[in-house]
């Protein structure tokens, strides 16, 4: 029996934050993989967003037994060729150094003009059971801001402009961002199989 508990392989609270917000099966009991394995810990080498959601979400699985969902998500921006894309947690360098990152974007699109600074942000999201793995995907479309803008979100939040609400991601409430963003569709994309594998029906 898996019990009705999903384990989120993350150990990024703000991640932790926006799925269990958002998660569509409430009666499933939602456990970050920390609070089971303190020193969890996997390398991101993979050189794809679902390669490293695997990783992460098979490592779960196999240290505790219970159904495991993880995502790896990144900003791609067309100029820089999709660049920082599987890199972006550690563009500059640190891992999860957030100024840091986005200095560095900021930087290298000094002079790109704005109409080619198109950007999208993009998770992969896998899940891994005693069947197999599952995968799910989702995007956001906008464009890099020439200066930070909100104090909301986390990451590239302050840098990226969503065109549809004419405002930075991290100038948007937790709501707004959770119904347009790229892990909230990956989510949805996802949610069957959840509701499948927990419930029995994909509604």
Not at 15 to 43: C, H, M, N, Q, T
Not at 163 to 174: D, K
Request: net charge negative; proline share 5%; aromatic share 10%.
């Amino acid at each position: 029996m898996h019990g009705r508990v999903l384990v989120l392989a993350t150990g990024n609270r703000h991640k932790i934050a926006e799925i269990v917000r958002i998660f569509p099966e409430s009666s499933v009991g939602v456990v970050p993989v920390f609070d089971l394995i303190p020193g969890f810990d996997v390398v991101e080498d993979g050189v794809t967003f679902a390669e490293n959601a695997f990783k992460k979400a098979a490592h779960a699985y196999e240290l505790t037994g219970r159904p495991a969902l993880a995502d790896d998500s990144g900003l791609e921006v067309d100029a820089l060729d999709g660049a920082p894309g599987v890199y972006s947690n550690r563009f500059a360098g640190r891992e999860g150094d957030d100024a840091a990152n986005n200095a560095k974007l900021l930087h290298l699109l000094r002079d790109v003009p704005d109409e080619k600074r198109t950007a999208r942000f993009r998770t992969v999201m896998a899940f891994v059971t005693e069947h197999g793995v599952e995968y799910a995907s989702g995007t956001c479309e906008g464009s890099i801001l020439r200066s930070p803008e909100g104090s909301n979100g986390f990451g590239y939040d302050p840098l990226f402009f969503y065109p549809e609400m004419q405002r930075s991601f991290a100038s948007l409430t937790q709501d707004e961002k959770n119904s347009v963003s790229h892990r909230g569709r990956a989510l949805a994309a996802i949610a069957p199989v959840l509701r499948t594998y927990f419930t029995g029906t994909a509604r």
